[in-house]
């Protein structure tokens, strides 16, 4: 199957601080790459989506300031959390989408971030 | 408005046993129907998708059934193992799955030995 990575796996910050998360598709391109945040025993909320060379497009609720998504390759999306506060922690997951020469548009996940944030 | 409905909360199921999951959506703009199986601290992992044009699909032990006219579908995982103990999404999504997922709350399957 297709493999995603993100970097760091876990991050822990000051109040205020920015945090910069990478996922990476490492064995095909992704034209669109998907990211969640997920509190604990909770389930996944889509917060984003990032298309290769565009703006990303947020989900209602989630603040494009302070979450900032950049898409500069067809296998790399970050995510930065600006000046980041305790409601912040969470962990953070990217997924990209195959849409290519994989079969369909099955999304695939990275391993996740957990930021917290103190 | 919770578009995908997915019970029970937590299951607990006999080694060799099936364990089912049933999930409903809303938005009849779905087309794609994926299940997720996560371990704790891990990301989501794909276990069987299935669009609304088949009504059941398998894959080794892993069977998904859709019922399009009733908005539902489920997953049966057969002979069932201590391995499979994890958490378990049923997602949606529109644009044959290239839109963003819409999760369900996931469902805590516990197999006994």
């Known amino acids: 199957g297709a493999v995603v990575s993100q970097h760091p796996s876990r991050v822990i910050c000051k109040s205020g601080t920015s945090v910069k998360i990478e996922c990476r598709s490492l064995d095909f391109q992704a034209t669109t790459m998907f990211w969640y945040r997920q509190f604990p025993k909770q389930s996944l909320m889509l917060m984003a989506t990032s298309n290769e060379g565009s703006k990303a497009t947020y989900e209602q609720g989630v603040e494009k300031d302070k979450f900032l998504i950049n898409h500069a390759s067809l296998t790399l999306s970050t995510l930065t959390v600006t000046s980041a506060h305790p409601e912040d922690s969470s962990f953070y997951i990217c997924?990209?989408?195959?849409?290519?020469?994989?079969?369909?548009?099955?999304?695939?996940f990275g391993p996740g971030t957990r930021l917290t944030v103190l | 408005q919770q578009q995908v409905k997915q019970s029970p909360q937590s299951l607990i199921v006999q080694k060799g046993g099936i364990s089912i999951i049933n999930c409903a959506y809303e938005?009849?703009?779905?087309?794609?129907f994926p299940w997720y199986q996560q371990f704790p601290g891990k990301g989501p992992a794909l276990l069987i998708a299935?669009?609304?044009?088949?009504s059941e699909k398998k894959e080794g032990r892993f069977t998904i059934s859709f019922n399009k006219s009733a908005k539902q579908f489920s997953l049966h995982i057969m002979d069932s193992q201590p391995g499979d103990s994890a958490t378990y999404f049923c997602?949606?999504?529109?644009?044959?799955?290239?839109?963003?997922?819409?999760f369900g709350k996931g469902t805590h399957l516990i197999i006994q030995p």
């Open positions: 299935i669009r609304p044009d088949v």
């Open positions: 938005n009849t703009a779905f087309d794609y």
């Open positions: 997602a949606a999504s529109r644009g044959g799955g290239a839109d963003g997922l819409t």
């Open positions: 997924s990209a989408g195959s849409g290519g020469p994989l079969s369909y548009n099955e999304q695939f």
